[in-house]
Each structure stands twice: as structure tokens, then as C-alpha cells.
């Protein structure tokens, strides 16, 4: 399945905060794609993807927004 974040308008580490809260709740192989505005998510996304295990699957910038796809593996 694929969910939906709309963390635009938050600051870090509210958007690394919400996935965090949602990957617990999703099984694994599903998507999330999140919604932002703080270009802070461009590394910090990543990174929390890379210590929890989990994976960044796209990163897209249009305008203002940000939308990552983030696969939960374990």
C-alpha cells in the first residue's frame, strides 16, 4: 500500500518525527510518500532511512515542495 505525510510547513525534526510514527504502523514493502517544505528532509530522510533500515526509493523538487517515496524494508 502507499500512504500519504503532509509535513509541509514543519520544521525539522517534525518531518523525520512523522515518519517515524507512520513506519511503525505500515508493513513492510509499503510506501510512504511525504510532502515538504523544509529542504532539511533532503538529508535528513536519508539518513534516518539509512540507520532504521529502510529505503529512499525518490526524491522530487517542484517548486516549493519536496516529495519523498520512502519503502519500508524491516
Excluded at 502507499?2 to 509541509?8: F, L, S
Excluded at 525534526?13 to 533532503?42: C, F, N, Q, S, Y
Excluded at 538529508?43 to 532511512?49: E, K, Q, T, Y
Aim: proline share 5%; aromatic share 2%; hydrophobic share 45%.
Amino acid at each position: 500500500m502507499k500512504y500519504t505525510i503532509d509535513a509541509k510547513r514543519l520544521l525539522c525534526p517534525m518531518p523525520v518525527i512523522r515518519l517515524g510514527e507512520m513506519i511503525d504502523t505500515v508493513d513492510k514493502g509499503d510506501l510512504i510518500e511525504m510532502l515538504a517544505t523544509d529542504p532539511g528532509v533532503l538529508h535528513d530522510i536519508p539518513a534516518w532511512c539509512k540507520v532504521h533500515g529502510h529505503k529512499v526509493v525518490n526524491i522530487e523538487e517542484k517548486s516549493n515542495e519536496i516529495i519523498l517515496l520512502v519503502e519500508k524494508l524491516g
